[in-house]
């Protein structure tokens, strides 16, 4: 039972346009949610977190929406970029056991 | 970025032997992390440790098992492995005390299991 889904294994984007990647979680309990990008060969690498006492959080070109009626959050980038093209994962953190559950990743591909 | 060194990078290994990963950190985060990528799969964790001697299981943990005598090492032990663990393995930490924060992650190391 996949507890954080990202239904969406890839996206492709021109450069300069916004990219919004999703992901779905099921557990009200939830607390804290994070995106990592990958590129090939290498760990993941932070890149935006929100709590859950907030609905949105921006760094940057990167906005990470919360919307916890619907258990969805977002990761809006703004303007795409070429370097941005990696696998996105989104990820929740299990209160109480700082357990770091992940989706599946989308993988984005920016066009120049 | 949190100094996690995973060794070895790459691995191969015959079926039925045992293999043990290393995670050394040195940001004295509490808080380390071991977790599979396979395609289709994404990340999934196998098992997590919230200090010394103290583990606890992921969600893909049959096969494995975890020692944490020092803060600073995380080893993981496939007891006989199977070509179902051939897989990328990441290392992890995370330092938050009374409330989440972002994790760290280790470069990987490629296991190949025939």
């Known amino acids: 039972d996949q507890q954080v889904k990202q239904n969406s294994p890839s996206l492709s984007v021109q450069e300069g346009r916004i990219s919004i990647l999703n992901c779905d979680y099921t557990n009200s309990m939830f607390d804290y949610f994070l995106w990592y990008k990958k590129y090939p060969a290498e760990g993941p690498t932070f890149l935006i977190s929100i709590s859950s006492i907030k609905d949105k959080n921006e760094d940057g070109r990167f906005t990470v929406f919360l919307n916890k009626s619907a258990k969805h959050l977002s990761l809006h980038i703004v303007p795409s970029q070429p370097g941005d093209s990696a696998v996105y994962f989104c990820?929740?953190?299990?209160?109480?056991?700082?357990?770091?559950?992940f989706g599946t990743g989308t993988r984005l591909k920016v066009l120049a | 970025d949190a100094g996690i060194t995973q060794s070895p990078r790459h691995k191969v290994t015959e079926t039925g032997t045992p293999v043990t990963l290393r995670c050394h950190q040195t940001e004295n985060h509490r808080y380390m992390y071991w977790y599979r990528q396979d395609p289709g799969h994404g990340l999934r964790l196998i098992h997590y440790s919230y200090g010394v001697k103290d583990t606890d299981k992921g969600e893909v943990s049959d096969g494995y098992s975890v020692s944490r005598s020092k803060t600073e090492d995380f080893l993981l032990t496939l007891e006989s492995a199977t070509s179902s663990q051939t897989s990328v393995y990441f290392c992890?930490?995370?330092?938050?005390?009374?409330?989440?924060?972002?994790?760290?992650f280790g470069q990987g190391t490629r296991l190949t299991v025939v």
């Open positions: 992890a930490t995370q330092g938050g005390a009374d409330r989440p924060t972002e994790a760290f």
């Open positions: 990820a929740a953190s299990d209160p109480g056991t700082y357990k770091y559950i």
